[in-house]
C-alpha cells in the first residue's frame, strides 16, 4: 500500500490562491507519474491534474489556465498551484501515482490517503 500525504488545504475566498502538496515514496516517485484528484460532497472523485516523471502535464478542462501541476524529485513531493479559485473547486484533494497516456490516469494504488479539504468561498 503506497503511503501518500497530502497537505495545503483550507478556507480561501473565491479569486485566491492555494497550493497543495503531496510527499510519496521515493522508490514510488521516481517511476511514475503523479495525479491530483478532487471528490465534492455528493458527487464522483474526478481527475484534476497529472505530471509524468518527463513533465508532461495534463489538466482537466475545468482548471486550465488556473492550476499549475509540478513535481520536486530531490523532494518527492508533487505540488498543485491553485490559482482563481472559485466555489465549485471546493472538494476534497487527493494525490495519486500511476501510469499516464493520452489524457487517462490509471492509479496503481486502490488506496486513497485522507485528502486535504479545499473550501472556495463566495
Known amino acids: 500500500q503506497v503511503q501518500l500525504v497530502e497537505s495545503g488545504g483550507g478556507l480561501v475566498q473565491a479569486g485566491g490562491s492555494l497550493r497543495l502538496s503531496c510527499a510519496a515514496p521515493?522508490?514510488?516517485?521516481?517511476?511514475?507519474?503523479m495525479g491530483w484528484y478532487r471528490q465534492a460532497p455528493g458527487k464522483q472523485r474526478e481527475l484534476v491534474a497529472v505530471?509524468?516523471?518527463?513533465?508532461?502535464?495534463y489538466y482537466a478542462e475545468f482548471v486550465k489556465g488556473r492550476f499549475t501541476i509540478s513535481r520536486d524529485n530531490a523532494k518527492n513531493t508533487v505540488y498543485l498551484q491553485m490559482n482563481s479559485l472559485k466555489p465549485e473547486d471546493t472538494a476534497v484533494y487527493y494525490c495519486?501515482?500511476?501510469?499516464?497516456?493520452?489524457?487517462?490516469?490509471?492509479?496503481?494504488?486502490?488506496?486513497w490517503g485522507q485528502g486535504t479539504q479545499v473550501t472556495v468561498s463566495s
Open positions: 521515493r522508490s514510488i516517485f521516481s517511476i511514475y507519474a
Open positions: 505530471v509524468t516523471r518527463g513533465e508532461t502535464t
Open positions: 495519486n501515482v500511476g501510469g499516464y497516456s493520452s489524457g487517462s490516469f490509471y492509479p496503481i494504488s486502490n488506496h
